[in-house]
């Protein structure tokens, strides 16, 4: 069974830094793309950011210049490097992948940006 199971998270002040990660198991094939949503309180989930197996990257509008996706080459596990945290980061974060036409979600981790 395919399971991604993430890592990281927790409070920040505003202007400071998180390190999410999202490790697979359970399938011996690369994921064509992993990435990251988040969905804040009263919020619809939405993209943050995706990366690719030939490492091409993709980010929302409001996160460009602050955080960076990556991902361990060869291996199914991505990171999320979150600088310059603005209060309206705060959400619930999930790992996402496809593999061979299937989507696959992390379990989700709270970020909390707050003085």
């Known amino acids: 069974q395919v399971q991604l199971v993430q890592s990281g998270g927790g409070l920040a002040q505003p202007g400071g830094s998180v390190r999410l990660s999202c490790a697979a198991s359970?399938?011996?094939?690369?994921?064509?793309?992993m990435g990251w949503y988040r969905q804040a309180p009263g919020k619809q989930r939405e993209l943050v950011a995706t990366?690719?197996?030939?490492?091409?990257?993709y980010y929302e509008e409001s996160v460009k210049g602050r955080f960076t996706i990556s991902r361990a080459n060869g291996q199914n596990t991505v990171y999320l490097q979150m600088n310059s945290l603005k209060p309206e980061d705060t959400a619930v974060y999930y790992c996402?992948?496809?593999?061979?036409?299937?989507?696959?979600w992390g379990q989700g981790t709270q970020v909390t940006v707050s003085s």
């Open positions: 996402w992948g496809r593999l061979q036409g299937a989507d696959y």
């Open positions: 359970g399938t011996f094939f690369s994921f064509y793309a």
């Open positions: 990366i690719t197996g030939y490492s091409s990257t």
